[in-house]
């Protein structure tokens, strides 16, 4: 079975992670893969890893559509020849398979967002979700929230299919390794430290963690922000204002997120904007390091409050600051709830969980186009 996945990412976020997540757990024996990626995108590296081919695009950099790269795409696709075109977002790349007469063609949701009233409601729902669904036989959605979104933007419900990401296992570090990492980064070996692995942006919430720790009053809490983005210089200032700048540590990007979550005692995830499944959250799951969580989008759909993390109200710092204390006065609970989000990953979001799902929807897909 022909496999085209088409990605427009520059750069290295959760779509791409994700793709990535499926290209190295799929079975390649039972499905010929090609993935189409601007030239010079920084995926391209983690995507040669996996074994799976890549054809570089001259268009398409980080838009959704262009029409040269409609066009680009057209030719690409009436080159290979695949049964199955999974667009992620893209839909310049849907578009160019309905018209190239591809059978199935898959858009992947891996966000969530506010939609205004005008888009949820006559002439514009329904105009969008008529061209959608001529173009597109098949969505998947990375959570409830972006399912309900799709709905919400006039997609046919009966054409979608919930699949929560997944995320590979990273490696755990010795007592020594988390011990010479925390030396490295200047937070002290006894310190309880609350971690943040999310890119730079006001719509990830990082000014209400900084906003709890400024009122925390606790001089051995350290907060570690890994990321990079356009609210850097501004988040620093605020640290500064709030006298708390010897205690946040910017680490900025990195692409191997072990050692970052070694050292963490509990990762938060504050964000009011985009979030479905989490890659921060379920990654650090799995290495036993529970997440205090807003309620957006699909964070309380990831996270079970007082099983394997916390839930708390977006945009609400006095909460977060609550649940950090909690958690910090009370040991015997953050190792429950260490616990239990290994538990978690291991039963619903591991990598390989979520790989067994996509190839089991591919082979319905095509089975039942082929009959048609």
Not at 110 to 135: A, T
Not at 228 to 246: F, P, T, V, Y
């Amino acid at each position: 079975m022909k496999l085209l996945h088409i990605i427009t990412d520059t750069n290295i976020g959760g779509a791409g992670r994700l793709l990535v997540a499926v290209l190295k757990n799929i079975d390649k024996e039972r499905f010929d893969i090609a993935v189409a990626v601007p030239g010079g995108s920084a995926l391209i590296p983690l995507i040669d890893e996996t074994g799976v081919r890549v054809i570089k695009t001259e268009y398409g950099r980080d838009k959704s559509f262009e029409g040269k790269y409609t066009r680009e795409l057209r030719r690409i696709i009436r080159a290979e020849k695949p049964d199955i075109v999974h667009c992620h977002a893209s839909l310049s790349g849907r578009i160019a398979a309905w018209q190239c007469g591809v059978k199935v063609r898959i858009m992947t949701r891996h966000s969530v967002f506010e939609l205004s009233k005008s888009d949820k409601s006559f002439p514009k729902k329904q105009l969008r979700g008529l061209i959608s669904n001529v173009i597109t036989t098949h969505y998947i959605a990375t959570a409830e929230a972006a399912k309900r979104l799709l709905i919400d933007m006039g997609c046919d419900e009966k054409k979608i299919t919930v699949i929560k990401n997944g995320s590979e296992k990273l490696r755990e570090l010795t007592k020594t390794e988390r011990d010479d990492m925390r030396d490295s980064l200047g937070i002290p070996r006894d310190a309880f430290v609350v971690g943040i692995s999310a890119r730079l942006e006001a719509y990830k919430g990082h000014k209400y963690l900084l906003d709890a720790l400024g009122t925390i009053g606790v001089n051995n809490i350290y907060l570690l922000v890994v990321g990079d983005g356009s609210e850097m210089e501004n988040l620093k200032k605020q640290a500064a204002a709030l006298e708390i700048s010897d205690r946040v540590i910017f680490a900025g990007f990195k692409l191997d997120m072990a050692p970052y979550y070694a050292v963490m005692d509990v990762g938060v995830n504050c964000s009011y904007g985009t979030e479905t499944t989490p890659l921060a959250i379920t990654e650090a799951m799995a290495l036993g390091v529970p997440s205090i969580a807003s309620d957006f989008g699909g964070n309380p759909d990831t996270v079970t409050d007082g099983y394997d993390g916390v839930v708390i109200p977006q945009k609400d710092s006095a909460r977060l600051c609550d649940a950090i204390l909690s958690l910090y006065n009370d040991r015997e609970k953050l190792a429950f709830l260490s616990a239990n989000a290994k538990k978690s990953y291991d039963e619903k979001y591991s990598a390989k969980i979520m790989t067994e799902k996509y190839e089991k929807l591919y082979i319905n897909l095509f089975e039942r186009r082929r009959k048609k």
